[in-house]
């Protein structure tokens, strides 16, 4: 049977191929939704490595963070912006496990998830989540799991109401869009803990803040960020 589905799979691919769903060559055999040549090139920001790096910076005064840190850099009109609309509203879940095993892989070479004890996505209201089928930044954190074997905790920090989409607001405006907007469920799981806080996409750091500001109410808990990318 495993012959039969391999051969199928490929009679399959020769006809519909799969491609890249940054630069749209064929991916070969071995490449899972992007091709080794654009995993190479993408702008990655390196702040893994650096304290006191920009996007730790960005939070002071806002949020009290352990360490923080975004993969890549990204800009309108970039390439890489079709991996980010696949994996937000395409449907392409498969490109979170991806990217977070992508980029769990590099961070277990730095100091980065030393002593983190819990992955936690920023969550998607249940509405938003019954719409899109999925949470991108859960599919992240999945990845990251799956290579590093930290747990993913994704019962804890809840939305407790639905808001209008971030995409189009100016920077105020995104700051009175999600004040409030998270609580806690079973708080105790994460006492004492140190969480990294996955999302997918950095821009004014709204989201991250108010997700910071539920969180602080647990007892001796301690905060470190991730996310995929950061806008430029």
Request: a positive charge; hydrophobic letters at 35%; glycine letters at 8%.
């Amino acid at each position: 049977m495993g012959t039969l589905r391999t051969y199928l799979a490929s009679l399959l691919h020769s006809f519909y191929p799969r491609r890249c769903v940054v630069c749209g060559t064929p991916l070969v055999e071995g490449e899972q939704g992007l091709c080794t040549q654009c995993v190479l090139r993408m702008p990655r920001t390196g702040y893994h490595t650096q304290e006191g790096n920009p996007v730790e910076v960005s939070f002071w005064g806002r949020a009290q963070l352990e360490r923080a840190t975004s993969y890549f850099f990204y800009e309108k009109g970039s390439d890489f912006r079709h991996l980010l609309h696949r994996l937000k509203y395409g449907g392409r879940k498969d490109l979170g496990y991806l990217m977070g095993r992508v980029v769990a892989t590099e961070l277990r070479e730095s100091d980065f998830l030393k002593d983190i004890d819990l992955l936690v996505p920023v969550p998607l209201h249940p509405r938003k989540q019954r719409e899109r089928g999925y949470n991108q930044s859960a599919c992240l954190a999945k990845g990251l799991s799956q290579v590093t074997g930290i747990p993913v905790n994704t019962i804890s920090l809840i939305r407790r109401r639905h808001h209008e989409s971030q995409t189009h607001k100016r920077r105020y405006d995104r700051w009175l869009n999600v004040d409030g907007i998270f609580a806690l469920r079973h708080p105790e799981r994460l006492a004492g803990k140190h969480l990294l806080l996955i999302d997918d996409v950095l821009t004014t750091g709204a989201t991250i803040t108010a997700c910071c500001d539920a969180l602080k109410e647990v007892e001796g808990v301690r905060i470190s960020v991730f996310t995929l990318a950061v806008a430029q």
